[in-house]
């Protein structure tokens, strides 16, 4: 107990350190040099910040390639090696796991692109480095899907167990089949036939894609330069977006890559005009530029805002959102920024749903949640 | 510098503040704790433990508070995190310090540099025994038991084999003692320190024996593995010890792996040198004594053969 | 003697997938493998044990490994020994420890 006569503990501090960790992380992560003058209080926040947004063997392989690791103190070199190490298993994991994929789809001679992680990962792409994939992500055409998830099913996958609404919700409303998990190694397999749900009214053919995919030996393909950058900038935005500090730096990593190319942007912004994707394109180009400092020449940002902006009020309410969320998202702490994620996580819904189903998901949602707790409390 | 060496109430403060900077297993685990009732049990079982004075680079820091403000009243609950994660469900104030121990032990196996098993480990006269077996078994028991006859205790819970040298890493947290157990051990030991039963927990009643200050002030020593020994109770049944083939040692001693996957071919190699170097045996015992006879009567037989420096086993 | 059935056994040859860096043990006729390139250890008891170590060497067909097994153990390849053999190919095919040349 208590004893009656201890004084009051000192008011409880972990907001602070942890809003001061994530400053540091973003600052980081744009320049790992930056690390080395830091103090040990300092390192005690942005290393812990890094942890917990996956984002530690990042650093560390930035910081490893910079030569400037053995300068650090002890205790902060020892968690970066864990951390590394811990990365290298992840990418042998799914290495593995995507070239399984790979042998169990081989006969149906259709073309699959990998997305996102494991996209970066098999290509060999700048967002791979220090990553930490949790599941394969494969696009199909859609008039294989049937077939493509029976020869899943029958080489060793499970669909998950779910009831029929959230079955409907995955396979008509969102834009893939519900999530397959492999029978001997627990590993997840997503399989989308379109990178936009149909409900939304943006459509985006998996042939269309895939007809411009590129490929990467052994019979699978990954996405054009300018369908990955829009991949990743549509999957930051449409999405839930709290706490993707990952994600925008993958963002950053491709951009600064393909940007290299010639006739890359030129091809980007017509690409996502085409696609009806002006407005991630813009909102990505512009966040990367501000918050990850990526270099996107003048005339490109430009031209995407005259083409695909919106107004000025609701781009200064978008960037309220997403600096706050962004930010707050990788401290994992309350406030404001709690609030700016709520909201971009219902605009996030809602770009997917028209506002008469997303009330009634909510709802459906809501009675499961509310089922499954008073199950849960009766066992 | 120990723990005990700072005036109470300056270590107090400082649990509540900045933390208290514990050197265990190789590592600095900061430890902050806002609970009055575990900070006491902290300073009555942790008093021989080194500890960093300064500040400097954390490598986790450990946080037990209330799950609420409003929890420090009313049906007092508390959570612990590490590096800002929360471990556990919220669990009820008289079991916080469970948390703690936890916590710790989770701490150590999220270094994948190192191999870590879930296992006991002491040792005798620069050998040392890993008994690897799950909860439940009676390994932390035996554990107590062998500390109590003069053994050094590296672990109850945790067999840390170090990335640098294939040695074994001691981590000696207070033991923990179940059910009849504490009974058994405060009869072996009257003068050793046992903490207040933690009643009602998933497991029973649960205990936490100080270690021996030899064992604390020599936390930073590392062991030559020597012998395996799997502990099974079976209430009644006579003492039975079968030497385990190779192969079977190397089963378990993967399956005891905490993170063996992680390590890959360092997982793979120090378990087979394990296996190689170290005589395994699977104990079947019914009473602590006998468990303990068992093991003391197998380390006798094993000798550092000088020309292939492992152990050897010769006949007793 | 029981008919071989041909079209039943699997002609084709196989190999090790990405063997760089295998590690293996054998303790009491039981091989322990670890794998690098899918990070896992296998437990091989001792005729596919002799498969991935007869596989170590150079590709094989079944009736190629069969008949080297039968060899090994001074006894006559039958029919059962191939399907053991063809069971054991499909096995490393599932973990991936091997694969047949396409």
Known sequence: MDTPGSPPAPPVRTAAPAVRGAALLVRSMRDPASITRLDAEALNDVLPAAYRNRLLARLEHDLADLGILQGLPEAARRQLASARIRAHVNAVTWRFEIDRVRRALAGLGIRIALLKGTAYLRAGLPPARGRFSVDV???????????????LINGGWLPAKMNAYDQHYYRDWMHQIPPLTHGERGTELDVHHTIFPPVSGIRIDSETLLADATPVGDGLWVLSPSDMVLHAATHLFQEDPAGRLRDLLDLHDLLTLFGQQPGFWEGLTERAGRLGLGRPLYYGLRYAADLTGTAIPAAVLARTQAAFAPDAVRLRVMDWLVRNAIVAGTSGQGGSGAVARFLLFVRSHWIKMPLGVLLRHAVVKSCHRMRERNAARER | MQLGAVPESALRAQFRAAGVRLLLAGLCINLRIDVPVVIEQILQLYGGYPIEPGPGTDDVRVHLKYASPLRRFIGRRTLVFADGAALYRPMPLRHAYLMIDSALDQCVSANVANLVLHAAVVERGGLAAILPAPSGSGKSTICAGLVTRGWRLLSDELAVLR?????????????????????????????????????GTIRGDMAFLRPPADSIARSAETAEPALIVSPTYQAGAPVTLRPLRKSETFRLLAASGINYYATQRFGFDTVAGLVDSCPAWRLSYGTLEQAVDAIEALLARVRMDPTTSRPAITNA | M??????????????????????????????????????????????????FELLLDHAATVHGLAAALANQADTPATDSLNAVVQQVLRRFDEIGLAEPIP
């Open chain 1, 137 to 151: 992500d494969i696009l199909v055409p859609a008039a294989d899907i049937g077939r493509v998830e029976w020869t």
């Open chain 2, 163 to 199: 990335a640098a040298d294939g040695r074994l890493q001691p981590f000696p947290l207070p033991i923990t003692l179940k059910n009849e157990s504490i009974a058994l051990i405060r009869q072996l030991v009257p003068d050793a320190y046992i903490s207040p039963v933690f009643t």
């Open chain 3, 2 to 51: 029981s008919f071989v059935v041909d079209q039943d056994i699997d002609s084709r040859t196989w190999r090790l997938l990405e063997p760089a860096g295998l590690a293996w043990r054998c303790w009491d006729d039981e091989y322990i493998v670890f794998h690098p390139w899918s990070g896992m250890t296998h437990y091989l008891d001792a005729i596919a044990g002799t498969v």
